[in-house]
């Protein structure tokens, strides 16, 4: 077993993973588009200037589970066993690049947010939540390599309690010997969006800007689109947006009377528009837009201030220099695009996530990388690379280092393979695609029918354009590289293309001219 060299060149760093639930990179100011202006994210704004931002990063599954599962392995579902978040009790005895780290020298660390059911392996230290987790007083689970030690419930607000957990543990918890990779992972912005005490009037009188697709009709789109139970008019639960939903946590006297105080304001105003809460107007899926948006950027803003606390906790500890800093979501977010809340659908809101990185001395200020296709699924080689591991065969991501030095390899990644397996919450129907960064083909088995998006043409994805005759030759070779990448990593035979060439169905109209 090596022991890396602590020799301050920018090998062997420390690494900081700030992880997100759910946590839309359209929330982040950096990310620029429609809600820049109301975006509260200053910290992670900054991380950005300081850093390289990535817009093409893309999860191999937009679901919490299964993201989780591919970062630590750099595996897709089909191969670490993660492909549904109700399958998502992770087999621990598998290779991952935690316990790869911590057998080279490497000291690890969780804290957070895990949701993966078992017990976490490959950690020196984990202090996690159990399942979701809860808004509020969340119940924790704390253990080491040798497994579960203790369980509690910490009083407070779950952003605020990980970042002074995380804190606590760069305080007291470090090995000093070692280098450390600490993976530090917020419940928020998750469903009910509950922001905390301090972020509760943030965005008191803020009207929030609507995508112009709110009210999208599905119209040149096929029948998963039609199919789902994801728009804010109908599915939207009025206790997730005006009551308690069910990850708000057993809140003590006082959290309860301020939380429905919190809440009162928008009782209020919904009262005042005296309809039903199942009304279909316009006017009322305005409403639940704002309430939704009010309250998943304020959550946002509560991780923002902790990754501000975290950061400066480096700063003050001359930490800072050799320590990596990372800002990830598991996947991105439908904040009112195509009406939608949720993810799951291989659209962009859904597929991309925020994914920033800060290597001081390496990767250079303020650079926003628009061209390189990364995932999730690069998180674990990447990881490996930094400390200087060699990359297992087995691992299906690559390590984007050179990207981060300022060189894209010249086998990168030009196309991507996105997987959706479960038919669950919310009645999407199972679908895979390809995407080369502006063509995206996507193959719906159950129904056998294709969608086609030019981004650059139809950025909000608003018409399939799969029966326009022009775009037969790039929706072929499209076909192609799906079979390929599938081939390449391993799909199962039961997700082959059997009738890719054959007519698909497509019972709706067609839009058969040039966009
Ligand atoms: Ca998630």
């Known amino acids: 077993m090596a022991t890396p060299p602590i020799d301050g060149m920018g090998r062997s760093p420390n690494i900081l993973f700030i992880f997100s639930d759910d946590h839309a990179y359209q929330s982040i100011g950096a990310y620029g588009g429609l809600l820049k202006d109301v975006a509260h994210t200053p910290h992670i704004d900054k991380l950005a200037s300081e850093g390289m931002l990535f817009k093409k990063c893309y999860v191999t599954n937009a679901l919490c589970g299964p993201s989780r599962a591919t970062i630590l392995t750099g595996k897709y579902g089909h191969r670490n066993g993660v492909t549904w978040n109700r399958n998502s009790n992770f087999d621990g005895s598998q290779q991952t690049f935690p316990k790869l780290m911590r057998e080279n020298g490497y000291q690890t660390a969780i804290i957070g947010k895990w949701h993966l059911k078992s017990v976490p392996t490959g950690f020196d230290y984990f202090d996690v939540m159990k399942g979701q987790g809860q808004y509020y007083n969340p119940f924790l689970q704390r253990g080491d390599a040798e497994g579960l030690k203790d369980t509690r419930t910490e009083s407070g607000y779950n952003s605020d309690i990980v970042g002074d957990l995380t804190i606590e543990w760069l305080k007291n918890g470090r090995d000093e010997s070692k280098p450390f990779m600490l993976m530090s992972q917020f419940k928020a912005t998750h469903h009910g969006w509950c922001p905390g005490p301090e972020e509760y009037d943030l965005y008191k009188d803020v009207h929030v800007p609507e995508p112009n697709n709110l009210f999208d009709d599905f119209s040149y789109r096929g029948t998963a689109i039609r ?11 009025y206790n997730m947006m005006i009551g308690d939903p069910g990850e708000l946590g057993e809140l003590n006297k006082a959290q309860r009377k301020a939380w429905d105080a919190y809440r009162a304001q928008d009782v209020e105003k919904f009262e005042a528009l005296g309809l039903d809460w199942r009304d279909p107007s316009k006017k009322l899926s305005r409403f639940k837009y704002q309430v939704l948006l009010r309250n998943f950027l304020a959550a946002g803003a509560g991780i923002d201030k902790n990754v501000g606390r975290i950061r400066a906790f480096l700063e003050e500890n001359d930490l800072a220099d050799n320590t990596i800093v990372i800002y990830m979501a598991d996947h991105g977010y439908f904040l009112g695009e195509h009406g939608f809340f949720d993810k799951r659908f291989m659209y962009e809101e859904s597929i991309r996530t925020a994914f920033i990185v800060h290597w001081p001395g390496v990767v250079e200020k303020g650079i926003i990388n628009d061209k390189d296709i990364v995932s999730n699924l690069d998180i674990a080689s990447t990881f490996l690379d930094v400390a200087g591991i060699e990359i297992p065969e087995q691992i299906q991501g690559q390590s984007m280092v050179s990207i981060l030095e300022g060189t894209t390899p010249e086998n990168w990644r030009k196309t991507f393979l996105y997987t959706y397996h479960e038919l669950a919450n919310h009645n999407v129907q199972p679908h895979y695609g390809v995407t080369d960064g502006r063509n995206k083909l996507i193959y719906y088995p159950a129904h056998n029918e294709w969608e086609f998006f030019d981004l650059k043409k139809d950025p909000s994805e608003m018409i399939s354009q799969y029966y326009i005759p022009e775009n037969e030759t790039t929706i072929m070779e499209l076909k192609r590289e799906l079979v390929r990448l599938r081939n390449y990593y391993h799909c ?14 497509w019972p709706y109209q067609k839009w058969t001219k040039p966009l």
């Not at 199919?227 to 639960?237: A, I």
């Not at 199962?492 to 169905?505: E, F, G, H, I, V």
């Open 227 to 237: 199919e789902q139970t994801l728009t804010l008019y109908e599915d939207l639960p």
């Open 492 to 505: 199962p035979p039961s997700m082959t293309l059997r009738n890719m060439n054959k007519q698909a169905s």
